[in-house]
Nanobody, 121 residues
Framework: VQLQASGGGLVQAGASLTLSCAAS????????MGWYRQAPGNERELIAT???????NYAAALKDRATISRDGAKNTVYLQMISLRPEDTAVYLC????????????????WGQGTQVTVSS
């Protein structure tokens, strides 16, 4: 299983950005998908998650500027961030809770490689 994130880059403060993360491989079922971020010297922090039934959970500090969504047919999760600030600069990582098509359908969390978002002032 692989998670491929894309959509990061260098943007100016106040801009908006949409990130995508597509899961591929011998996937049996995807449960929760989510986005986290990690800035240099900081711990990884939750941005938002979305379950297979569409229930969303947001970090309190970001809920007014972040929107998570997913496309089940494409095994893809999206994150839209608005009104970006320099302090949003970080590596943005996607996560998915997946069972694979193997004996016993093992289930675990998978992580993407991350996509860098840099916000200039």
């Amino acid at each position: 299983v692989q998670l491929q994130a894309s959509g990061g880059g260098l943007v100016q403060a106040g801009a908006s950005l949409t990130l995508s993360c597509a899961a591929s491989g011998n996937i049996d079922r995807i449960y929760t998908m989510g986005w986290y971020r990690q800035a240099p010297g900081n711990e990884r922090e939750l941005i938002a998650t979305v379950t297979s039934t569409g229930a969303r959970n947001y970090a309190a500090a970001l809920k007014d500027r972040a929107t998570i969504s997913r496309d089940g047919a494409k095994n893809t999760v999206y994150l839209q961030m608005i009104s970006l600030r320099p302090e949003d600069t970080a590596v943005y990582l996607c996560m998915a809770d997946i069972t694979i098509q193997a004996m016993g359908r093992p289930r675990r969390y998978y992580w993407g490689q991350g996509t860098q978002v840099t916000v200039s002032s």
